[in-house]
């Protein structure tokens, strides 16, 4: 059974960083790509960032592009999103998630992914 399980979030001031982590266990994780959602209290899911499965190319929402970085170490099975000058804006839950693999629907559908963990809250204050 496949568990994704994220850390690292936290209350910071605007202008501030966080390292979200997810730690990956019950499937290979050196073979699916990665990505990073959130959902802001009354919105719907959006998508922030996502990796191919080696690490060798990222892709981001133009909301975060510059300011977030998303990474792997297959070695540890662990996903992360290295946040800098955090917004108000970011405050969500953040939730990382495995890609589909066969699927033709793009890197930023979230029906794309088929397993989720429960998500990390990010509070930003201005």
């Known amino acids: 059974q496949v568990q994704l399980v994220e850390s690292g979030g936290g209350l910071v001031q605007a202008g501030g960083s966080l390292t979200l982590s997810c730690a990956a266990s019950?499937?290979?994780?050196?073979?699916?790509?990665m990505g990073w959602f959130r959902q802001a209290p009354g919105k719907g899911r959006e998508f922030v960032a996502a990796?191919?499965?080696?690490?060798?190319?990222?892709y981001y929402a133009d909301s975060v592009k510059g300011r977030f970085t998303i990474s792997r170490d297959n070695a540890k099975n662990t996903l992360y999103l290295q946040m800098n000058n955090l917004k108000p804006e970011d405050t969500a839950v953040y939730s990382c998630?495995?890609?589909?693999?066969?699927?033709?629907?793009?890197?930023?559908?979230?029906?794309?992914?088929?397993?989720w963990g429960q998500g990390t809250q990010v509070t930003v204050s201005s």
């Open positions: 019950g499937r290979t994780f050196s073979r699916y790509a």
């Open positions: 990796i191919n499965s080696i690490g060798s190319v990222t």
């Open positions: 998630a495995t890609r589909r693999v066969p699927t033709t629907l793009t890197i930023k559908e979230e029906l794309g992914y088929d397993y």
